[in-house]
């Protein structure tokens, strides 16, 4: 979960970026963007593109020199179809909407480096296992969008662009935002513009058609001048985006010559005879494709070759950052309380996040590729920023690949169609998952080619993994350049290793010898058993033969004994994952959400412990992916990537995964592997699954952990639809807020105890605990605010909810910052409430007066036993005053203001003193230390007026207790 230090800072060079293109519901590029649209035209032209250096958003209006070829009717379809495309190509999928309502396409673009090539660097073989990210050369400047069609260096004129980039490099988004540009008027050298997605036509096979009725049909407004396509010559652009989803044949015995745009073909050919200039032979092309498909254009037809990089500036990726982040929320909250991120905490984690950039080797090199900054913002935006219903870490990880692999197949000559993300599981989850069974994130060049390698046998299975090494292997892996790591390999983000891993084994991908052997035995005689049995079934009647009943049975047992072993390999994968989940290295153990936090926005995450190996590893995130895989959501998506998980193994890994939590989520756990526990729960996004689970959790400890809207949704999803009551619900130091305690009301309506100590909660949060005491469900016994800012306003909403509320006995207002007028509202409100048992008000600077009124109130109170009056500012007249009042009040509250009662030591002496070391460092140590010599004297002078040897001993115990306490805070001992 961490980004670690694993690589060097990269070398960065002039030119843009742009995020990678998302893609939900097949919107975007990959199949139905070229199709009509349906629907009205767009009300306006949106907000003008921020521009930057290299962008051809600069441009300018089209011009007009020389004479516009569309007039009259003709000129209005263009306009049609432009607001048309305008109108298609500014929709975003939900992947993209989660950044907030005014993000969008046209808001700004940063544009990847595009960098020249030639074609004997491109053919050129690769003798070893190469994964470096290609950096532009310095000889050779970026190339803008409106530099594509330039002069060649020889002065030739330039028709066809072919632009081929890996998985991530932002193809996708390139091509969106050069139609966009189009349909703005910012590339005037082409009057007409006609996008196709390479992957529709080849969904429509062999059929004949010819280029006339695919423009027709896909964009309508076009029928009436089709006949001026050919003269419209290099103003004229033809997009062909993904080519290689088409299988191409340039010989003229697989494509004869056509040159009519009338004349029906199949759509391979028809692209062919645009790429040969034998159709339309004056068009302007430019075509998109992965590495592995640049051969399949002959590179007499190409008059220039670009290469996407990515992005290869800090301030780019800063700029994508600070664009993102700062969009408005989109109005979620948590728990449907409408918690907002302000203003002032986007700029910090853009700040925070920038400086990581400059430092952190490891993210700066990760978002080389756009498709990791838009991970990268999408992850911080599930951390910090208000939580979609329903969205997880896992349903983050997924969306991403769907954004990079939806419906990409790894090769399309291949009759196998094999999907290249389940390709991918294969592969690299092999090797994502070997390295989390060995706690490794280092890979040698072997072990990723064994991986790579492994069970390849045929040419045709060889293709494919060259195919996958050229454009896909990148996106996963990069070299180290650590010290003592050289020559090294590790994936660009940790976390998608353990990703990786968890889909490894969620697909039933790990298979031992035995249970591949197994499965094949197991199958062979499930086919044959019947007949097998029937015919034994018959010989054994007929002869004496006592053996063949016993085969008969011994026949049945095999798939029994197979099912078994499979199960045995689910308990041992869901018992390593647990024992993963509840993993103590970390000197300081942080919880996974705050050790991804610190990783991302280059905070220092936790400590290891002193005694383990510098190289030890902690996969907190493999369990949590793993049960986020088998949510219902993440399955449907897989298997739109092509990597179906069969509901049967979901299950049965989901029974093995709770009989080992069942087992072990009952032990008392650490405070932040307890929110660790509960965000795996979260994750999984199965109610009755977690309430099985955690049925037996009676104590909610997440003291000391920083609880941020995210881990209060986490908490209140998993457990507030549970049933069983809390004994006790221990949030102090937790950095709550008010609508964190909004958020986690159905959890806290099931609570006994309720600790909210030091938590800086001020009068605002008093309105939600008056909320609380007054609901009809409320349980709560025990409520501990001590050390928050309640002042007088809280106090008084608190007395509301005490007045309606019929379970509370024991109440805790120490350090709340009353004062006088706190106090004796108290004291003018305690009767109507008939339970209270306890109320301490230690420590709220209240003076003899205020003391008074309330220990009066409290000696005619029904129920209340006992009452907290120390470390006030109380005179020594007026502690006696209190103490007689406690002494003459028999069988009512009983007043605590010192360590003394009369002549002896006061039975709560401990409790006091232990309220003191508790929050000596939180205090005002002055006042603390003036408090505690008044005790001392309290002491002295009760122990000066005892003549009894063991009230004597005592009393000199608790004064050395208090001596103690005061050296440690620098005072007077002795």
């Known amino acids: 979960m961490r980004w670690g230090r694993r690589l060097p800072r990269v070398t960065w060079g002039p030119g843009l970026g742009r995020g990678l293109q998302s893609a939900d519901e097949r919107i975007p590029f990959l199949i139905h963007w070229s199709w009509p649209l349906k629907g009205g035209l767009p009300r306006g032209l949106p907000r003008a593109f921020v521009r930057h250096r290299g962008s051809s958003a600069g441009s300018g209006p089209p011009s007009r020199r020389h004479g516009s070829l569309f007039q009259g009717l003709s000129a209005s379809a263009v306009q049609h179809h432009r607001q048309n495309l305008a109108e298609w190509f500014t929709r975003l999928p939900r992947e993209e909407r989660q950044f907030g309502p005014t993000f969008a396409l046209d808001t700004v673009h940063v544009d990847p480096v595009i960098r020249e090539s030639t074609p004997d660097e491109l053919l050129r073989p ?49 091509v969106r935002k050069m139609v966009l540009d189009w349909c703005y008027g910012r590339l005037p050298a082409f009057e007409l513009l006609i996008p196709f997605s390479c992957e529709d036509l080849s969904s429509l096979g062999p059929a004949p058609a010819s280029l006339c009725q695919l423009v027709a049909q896909r964009y309508t407004p076009l029928k009436e001048i089709l006949p001026l396509m050919a003269a419209a010559g290099s103003r004229l652009l033809f997009v062909l985006h993904g080519l290689e989803h088409l299988n191409l044949d340039f ?177 690299m989850g092999k090797l994502a998952y070997e390295g989390v069974s060995s706690r490794k994130t280092y890979f040698s060049e072997e072990d990723v080619r064994s991986c790579l390698e492994a069970g390849v046998k045929t040419e045709e299975e060889f293709q494919l993994l060259h195919v996958f090494r050229r454009d896909a292997l990148t996106f996963f892996l990069a070299p180290c350049v650590e010290p003592g790591h050289r020559g090294t390999f590790v994936f660009i983000v940790p976390a998608m290793q353990e990703y990786l891993a968890a889909l490894y084994i969620v697909l039933g991908l790990r298979k031992t010898t035995l249970q591949q052997v197994g499965k094949e035995v197991a ?19 007929l002869l004496p033969l006592r053996a063949l009943p016993l085969l008969l049975n011994l026949l049945k047992v095999v798939p029994r004994v197979f099912g078994r072993v499979v199960g045995k390999s689910r308990e041992a994968v869901a018992q390593a994952m647990v024992l993963e989940m509840f993993r103590e290295e970390d000197y300081y153990n942080d919880d996974v959400l705050d050790q991804m936090g610190a990783s991302i926005l280059g905070v220092e995450g936790p400590r290891r412990h002193p005694d383990e190996p510098p190289d030890d590893e902690v996969f907190e995130l493999f369990p949590m992916f793993m049960g986020g895989l088998l ?10 990537l092509g990597c179906p998980i069969k509901t049967l193994d979901a299950v049965e890994n989901a029974q093995a995964i709770k009989k080992k939590l069942g087992k072990l989520g009952r032990q008392v756990l650490p405070p932040s592997e307890l929110l660790d526990h509960l965000f795996f729960h979260y994750e999984f996004q199965n109610q009755r699954f977690s309430a099985e689970v955690l049925s037996s959790l009676r104590q909610l400890n997440l003291a000391g952990v920083r609880m941020t809207p995210l881990k209060c949704t986490v908490v209140a999803a998993v457990l507030g639809s549970g049933r069983h009551s809390l004994d006790e619900v221990n949030l102090a130091s937790c950095q709550l807020d008010p609508a964190g305690l909004r958020t986690l009301m159905p959890v806290l309506l099931r609570a006994r105890k309720l600790g909210l100590q ?115 500012e109380l005179s020594s007249e007026g502690r006696q005053t209190l103490r007689d009042l406690g002494d003459a009040a028999k069988g009512r509250a009983r007043v605590v ?16 003193l232990s ?60």
């Open 631 to 640: 949510s219902a959501h993440n399955r449907a998506v897989l298997a739109q």
């Open 126 to 174: 690769s003798a070893q296992l190469t994964l470096g990210h290609q950096h532009p050369l310095a000889g050779l400047p970026p190339l803008a969008l409106s530099q594509l069609f330039d002069p060649d260096a020889c002065g030739r004129r330039v028709q066809t662009v072919v632009l081929y980039g890996t998985v991530g490099t932002g193809k996708s988004t390139l």
């Open 251 to 427: 010989r003229l015995a697989g494509t004869g010559l056509c040159s009519d745009p009338k004349e029906p073909k199949a759509p391979a050919a028809i692209m062919v005879n645009l790429l040969r200039k034998y159709m339309l032979p004056e068009a302007s092309i430019l075509v998109t494709t992965r590495p592995s498909a640049i051969g399949r254009i002959p590179s007499k037809y190409v008059g220039r070759y670009g290469e996407i990089c990515g992005f290869s500036d800090t301030n780019l990726q800063k700029l994508y950052f600070q664009l993102r982040l700062n969009q408005p929320d989109c109005g979620y909250g948590a728990g449907g309380a409408g918690i907002s991120i302000t203003p002032a905490q986007r700029d910090n984690l853009v700040e925070m996040l920038s400086r990581n950039l400059e430092g952190h080797h490891q993210i700066a090199a990760a978002c080389f590729l756009p498709s990791y900054c838009w991970l990268v913002c999408a992850t911080l935006h599930f951390l910090h920023a208000p939580t979609p219903p329903g969205q997880t870490l896992t349903s983050i990880y997924t969306s991403f690949l769907r954004l990079n692999f939806n419906g990409e197949m790894l090769d399309s000559t291949d009759p196998s169609k094999l999907s290249l993300m389940a390709y991918a599981a294969r592969t």
């Open 523 to 541: 199958e062979l005689v499930g086919r044959v058993g019947e007949d097998v049995s029937l015919v034994l079934g018959i010989v054994a009647k």
């Open 897 to 912: 203001v010192s360590l003394t009662e009369g002549t002896a030591v006061s039975e709560y002496w401990s409790v006091i």
């Open 758 to 872: 030091l938590n800086s909660l001020g009068p605002e949060a008093c309105g939600v605990l008056r909320d609380l005491l007054l609901h009809d469900q409320c349980q709560i016994t025990t409520l501990r605010l001590s050390n928050n800012p309640l002042t007088v306003a809280g106090a008084a909403l608190l007395v509301e909810g005490l007045a309606g509320n019929s379970s509370l006995t024991h109440l805790s207002l120490l350090h709340t910052g009353l004062g006088d007028e706190g106090l004796k509202l108290l004291a003018a409100q305690l009767d109507r409430n008939q339970q209270l048992q306890e109320l301490n008000v230690a420590y709220n600077g209240a003076g003899d007066a205020a003391a008074l009124a309330l220990a009066t109130a409290a000696r005619d109170h029904p129920s209340l036993e006992l009452l907290h009056l120390y470390f006030n």
């Open 915 to 974: 309220e003191v070391q508790r929050n000596l460092n939180s205090w005002d140590r002055g006042r603390v230390r003036r408090h505690l010599e008044l005790l001392l004297r309290d002491l002295e002078d009760s122990r000066g007026a005892t003549l009894n040897p063991w009230r004597k001993a005592q009393l000199l115990r608790v004064e050395g207790e208090v001596r103690a306490l005061l050296e440690q805070l620098g005072g007077a001992g002795s």
